[in-house]
């Protein structure tokens, strides 16, 4: 049987159309992703750096790089004076803490027990870590470097690693003291109770997840700085895995000079019905996959750029922020092999948030998909390393996408506690 040539010429005419009409599709699709923002071309400062503003997108910073990424600061040091030459004054008595719901959390802890040890003139146990469910359990060397914070702590309270066999739990009060605890309240509700019962147990609640200044011009007490920013390091064995998995997405980071951004987005959080509720300003509170990708797109970061998810497990809803940004990964995705048995598969999810915590503290970008206290305490790591880029998500309108305008607060309005520790 012969072949018809016009219904051949038909075949590939047809199939031409089809192709043809896919790649208007897929065209049409990421050109509204990335919209471009109208806007006159101009130069701005921040931090220091002069910005060159392009249609509403940062095109490039002072010193050649590409892109809608900052320099990191340079110069920040500690502020606080604590003299070397003084000695840790300890009674007989002892203040006790766990630490529990996350290293977001074991910041603040942390500070407010040393500031009750230090001012009741008592000796501080180490705590501790306590996961979400019943039994999760751990030591503090488990995760924290233990010679670390004895050393950073020696000219402010002295510090030992059990609760002598002598001390009766019957003989502990327990105190709930408010984070951010100053040395007034704790003369007035604390000593009291401590010079009765001879030893305490601490431990903080928060009445508030925001960490501004207190007041303008107000000074943060020296002690509560060392204890924020001085006194916890990661132990060695996690702090190489933290260091591992930062290397792998810089080496996914290539062509963007080895910056990543690393986003706190969890989907879990994210379903809460209370989750998407306006705030006072009639502005979301929270914003899932797609709606960071947009964000994203809009203040001109690529298709190649590499992202970090805090998120444990990779779920169907963050396929869109993948398909716009291939490079994104969560932990299970960059972790060595060889660690997962330990730090990844255990139902114990303290590792977990430690990685997060710390990695989003080193990131080149930060964006916050969810408001909290693990933003705040982020924010402050970062402000200590000098890491202004913290990105708070919007939704863009056609009119205005600088990077600058969505610069956190904290950093911006130089509002967070962080700036009374470090300058």
Not at 158 to 182: E, W
Request: aromatic share 8%; proline share 5%.
């Amino acid at each position: 049987m012969g072949v018809d040539l016009r219904q051949v010429v038909a075949g590939i005419l047809t199939i031409t159309m089809f192709v043809m009409l896919g790649q208007m599709l897929h065209r049409d699709y990421f050109d509204a992703v990335q919209e471009k923002v109208q806007g006159d071309a101009h130069d701005i400062e921040f931090q220091g750096s002069r910005v060159a503003v392009e249609d509403g997108l940062v095109r490039a910073f002072e010193g050649g790089n590409k892109g809608p990424w900052m320099e990191d600061s340079h110069g920040l040091k500690p502020c606080w004076s604590i003299s070397q030459s003084d000695e840790a004054v300890s009674s007989k008595g002892y203040v006790t803490f766990s630490l529990t719901n996350g290293p977001e959390y074991h910041v603040s802890q942390i500070t407010d027990a040393v500031m009750v040890a230090k001012h009741l003139g008592a000796t501080l146990v180490l705590p501790d870590i306590r996961g979400s469910k019943p039994g999760d359990e751990m030591n503090f060397e488990d995760i924290y470097d233990v010679d670390k914070i004895v050393k950073s702590l020696e000219s402010v309270v002295k510090v030992v690693r059990k609760l002598p066999s002598h001390v009766s739990l019957r003989d502990i009060a327990i105190v709930k003291v408010p984070t951010r605890v100053a040395e007034d309240y704790i003369k007035e509700h604390i000593d009291p109770i401590f010079k009765s019962k001879g030893n305490i147990r601490v431990t903080t609640y928060f009445p508030s997840v925001n960490l501004r200044k207190s007041s303008q011009g107000a000074e943060t007490d020296p002690v509560s700085c060392l204890a924020m920013f001085g006194s916890l390091e990661l132990q060695p064995g996690v702090n190489e895995l933290v260091e591992s998995m930062i290397q792998r997405l810089k080496t996914h980071s290539k062509k963007s000079g080895g910056r990543f951004i690393a986003i706190d987005l969890r989907v879990e959080i994210l379903e809460k019905k209370n989750c998407h509720e306006t705030g006072a300003v009639g502005s979301k509170t929270c914003y899932n996959a797609q709606e960071i990708a947009l964000f994203l797109r809009k203040l001109g970061f690529d298709r190649d750029t590499t992202i970090y998810l805090t998120q444990p497990r990779w779920e169907s809803s963050l396929n869109i922020l993948k398909d716009i940004f291939p490079k994104t990964y969560t932990k299970e995705a960059i972790m060595p092999s060889d660690k997962k048995s330990k730090y990844l598969e255990l139902e114990n999810s303290e590792y977990e948030n430690v990685i997060d915590f710390y990695i989003s503290s080193r990131s080149d970008v930060f964006v916050p998909a969810i408001p909290g206290l693990f933003y705040a305490n982020t924010v402050g790591k970062r402000i200590a390393l000098g890491k202004p880029q913290v990105l708070v998500p919007a939704e863009i309108s056609g009119t205005s996408g600088v990077p600058t305008n969505y610069i956190s607060p904290y950093i911006s309005k130089k509002n967070h506690l962080a700036y009374s520790c470090f300058c």
